[in-house]
């Protein structure tokens, strides 16, 4: 006999659908008429967080096919398809224009907002939903030991940084070997177990009924979903940075501020949304982080792997990036950043007190008077004295200094070589 559907089966069906439908007439408004800023901004809004709902729910859905890394890996990968697009254009229009400061300045901001402003997030919104749930602060969200792959292969590429700050320069050489350790990464994500399905119980209903579907009939849904989410978010990306950079202009936002925080924070805005929708519980708030683990990993091998690309694309031969003293600090703050945040996890828990810092520091980074425009504070409207250069500097140091401490304060509870070891022995 056919089953008959349930109606919170009925119900997930249809928010799934209606969902999916309203991404799609939404990016196809958007780009098929000439809306005005406020309009077109809204309709964006409402398409990327549908899309990022979807691609959520089949995140959800994948990790019981394929290891939970890699779905999430996978989804990270789909999020920042909008901030691929951004750093192509600008990395194609400096090798025609000659404005490469502001391709370092798109990618060292989309690294920080990830991290710096990112991982607090995941943990206040789960602190608040865990308050109302169970009356007490949260302690910590803790990951799993077999997550010591996205957290040395953050460390790994991170790293790469210091390469670029010792050579001066970004070139095809870099692309090569970003490019190989990105493969390299979702390779060895390919090879981890699957989740055990006893824990799809747990799952809301969309993404619960996605599980329950026939294997084939899952696959083809996911890799639907997927596709959509994608799509749409490719659709919606340039209508969404235009009307956005009207109305910052509008209100007197720099050229400089706007390609360094304001683009990437909409572009990255999808990785915001799963966040915040993941973050809702303790249990899925270790998926939140590790998906801005995952897209901090993508930026930081196949982002800056596709810039020396384009650039050479565009100029028409082989020609590597200059960086000046502004763009070393700037990359330095960025890998400096990311030290602190794999300190954090290295003991495989991120704690109030970590997301305060790291948010502290990353809001610190704001106060200097330089081409960001922010205004000065104090009594008299003078601020801290120091140069851009000068003041980032300090800022990294700090976070150098306070990753040193985090390790040796938390030495006895790292394990991270032993957690990665067993983690590679799993691998089918």
């Not at 091998?301 to 050479?312: E, S």
């Not at 700037?330 to 828990?349: D, P, Q």
């Amino acid at each position: 006999m056919r089953r008959v559907p349930t109606p919170s089966r009925s119900s997930a069906g249809a928010l799934i659908v209606g969902m999916a439908a309203f991404a799609v007439v939404a990016s196809w408004l958007v780009r098929a008429i000439a809306f005005g800023p406020g309009p077109a901004g809204v309709l964006c809004f409402g398409a990327v967080v549908a899309a990022a709902l979807l691609i959520s729910w089949g995140a959800e859905a994948a990790q019981f096919s394929v290891s939970q890394g890699l779905a999430v890996a996978f989804i990270a990968l789909l999020q920042v398809v909008p901030e691929f697009m951004v750093e192509a254009v600008i990395a194609w229009q400096a090798g025609r224009d000659g404005r490469v400061d502001l391709v370092f300045a798109n990618a060292t901001g989309s690294n920080r907002l990830l991290t710096g402003f990112g991982w607090p997030l995941i943990f206040l919104v789960t602190d608040v939903f865990h308050r109302r749930k169970h009356g007490r602060p949260l302690e910590a969200v803790r990951v799993r030991p077999e997550h010591a792959v996205e957290v040395v292969a953050l460390l790994a590429a991170s790293s790469w940084y210091l390469v670029l700050i010792a050579k001066g320069r970004l070139s095809l050489l870099d692309s090569a070997v970003l490019g190989g350790g990105f493969v390299l990464y979702l390779w060895v994500l390919s090879r981890l177990p699957a989740e055990e399905e006893e824990g799809k119980e747990e799952l809301l209903a969309p993404p619960r009924l996605l599980v329950e579907l026939p294997r084939w009939r899952r696959r083809a849904s996911l890799l639907v979903l997927f596709a959509l989410g994608g799509t749409v978010m490719w659709a919606v990306a340039h209508p969404f940075l235009v009307a956005m950079k009207e109305v910052a202009l509008a209100v007197g936002v720099s050229q400089f501020a706007f390609v360094q925080w304001v683009a990437p924070f909409l572009t990255e805005f999808p990785e915001k949304v799963t966040a915040v929708y993941w973050s809702r519980t303790v249990k899925l708030a270790p998926m939140a982080l590790l998906n801005m683990v995952s897209s901090t990993v993508n930026q930081y091998t196949a982002l800056v792997a596709m810039i020396p690309i384009a650039y050479a694309l565009s100029v028409g031969h082989t020609a590597p990036i200059p960086m000046d003293p502004l763009h070393r600090t700037e990359i330095f703050l960025s890998f400096a950043t990311t030290l602190y945040g794999v300190a954090c996890l290295a003991k495989l828990r991120f704690t109030r007190a970590d997301a305060l810092v790291m948010v502290g520091l990353f809001l610190v980074q704001f106060v200097y008077d330089g081409p960001i425009d922010v205004p000065r504070v104090g009594p008299t409207g003078a601020g801290f004295d120091l140069p851009p250069i000068a003041a980032h500097l300090a800022v990294a140091w700090a976070y150098v200094a306070l990753a040193a401490l985090q390790i040796i304060r938390y030495r006895r509870e790292i394990h991270l070589v032993s957690a990665l070891s067993t983690t590679l022995r799993a691998m089918r």
